[in-house]
């Protein structure tokens, strides 16, 4: 059996982002967070099921994608928890510095475990890393240092990463409108980028993929966009209101380039993206009473209507492949309003612990799926005994990572966070 890539999903299938969050279970008992935890450890199963079931159930993989995407449906809920809890992070410290700390110490230390991990595997020989083509070694690790190669013209060492890529282009969007005194603003934000996405739909509008590294070249792009983003990130942090706003400025104009005219996935599709992370924010916003509910519902409104509406007119000219994203979106939008409704709520400690390894799963299971496919191979025929057992070996895995990697660097992260905070 020819030996697969280390993730073999093509990149019209993949895998949503879990973005994280604090930690919601504490001695006494589950936070006020603990139905954002609920969702993604929820979303988490159908992320790990999206994935595995090229492994081990197949048949019922084909059977159903046609009908309901299970990979969009992930990326769309995991997407209204981070617009929902990301701004609130950035807006509960009040400061940008503490902020991208906090960023730093959550998402990179396991993210560098796994790229280590998946070096290991390929120096092995048990599992095939990715193909780069001509991009050199260095531009290749620039480009995914800064999390943002999805939009630069590189291949993800992991295809999961890509979704990484719009989270980062949202927290320089998010620190953008917070330098500026403009982060109340994110219903206007999210209505502007559901319709511009609605607009390049039904005109036709159609760029190909990383359409800016093929205008410029990929290695200045890669060079270019690194510096700003470190310049922006710097600037932004500094005690300096000048700089500050130049900082911020600077990161949200390189976010709004990137996204729309170097991604991979369509342009409706990539602001459709942002729009659902923005919806999450405005539904923080009334929840906080910073804005009215109304308000709230009517931003949701016309983000379904913009997305729903561009999935149909974009199209590929088929029916099911259209019905499949347009489902898995309405019920992405559906479960993310449950478990806004169920929030003061009991939440099950089992899901609340799932949604706090999340991250973990996340980036863990593509690795040990990929060791399978290459050393065992897939099954041609659904085998749901197999199915369950990859869950129960993946959990407990993920709960050390989460243990020995995650936990401490966020630990650490809260201390140094402490210490550079402003008086």
Known sequence: MEPPPLVPDPPSQPLSVISPLPKAVSAAGPSRLGWLDALRGLAALVVVFDHSSYTFMAEFRRELMPQFNTSRYG??????????????????RGCVRTFWIGRTFRVYPLWAAVVMMVVAVDFLGI???RDFGQQSAATVAVAHVTML????????????????????????????????????????????????????ATAGIVLPASALSGMVGTGPLIALASIAMVVAICCASSRSPVLRVFGGMLGGVLALVLVPLNGTVPLWEGLVILAVMFLGTAVY?????????????????????????????????????????????????????????????????????????????????????????????RWRQDHLVLEATFFAVLLPLCVLTHRCIEAPSQAWGRKLARRVQPP
């Open 285 to 377: 916003r009334a929840e906080h009473d910073q804005s009215t509910w109304w308000h709230a519902a009517g931003t949701a409104a016309v983000v379904v209507i913009c997305a729903v509406g561009s999935a149909y007119w974009h199209g590929d000219g088929s029916h099911f492949t259209r019905r499949g994203w347009i489902v898995a979106f309405l019920l992405a939008v559906l479960t993310f309003g449950a478990g806004l409704a169920s929030r003061r709520r009991r939440i099950p400690r089992p899901l609340i612990a799932l949604g706090t390894i999340s991250y973990s799963v996340y980036l863990v299971h593509p690795v040990l799926l990929a060791v399978i496919d290459d050393t065992i191979g």
């Open 75 to 92: 990326i769309m809920v995991f997407f209204l928890v981070s617009g929902y809890i990301i701004p609130a992070s950035l807006e509960r």
């Open 127 to 129: 599992a095939e890393m």
């Open 149 to 200: 190669q999805e939009l630069l013209g590189t291949p993800n060492l992991l295809l999961i990463l890509w979704t990484l890529s719009y989270e980062m282009a949202f927290y320089l969007l998010v620190v953008a409108l917070f330098t500026v005194r403009r982060h109340q603003r994110s219903a206007a934000v999210a209505v502007t980028l559901a319709v511009l996405a609605a607009v390049s």
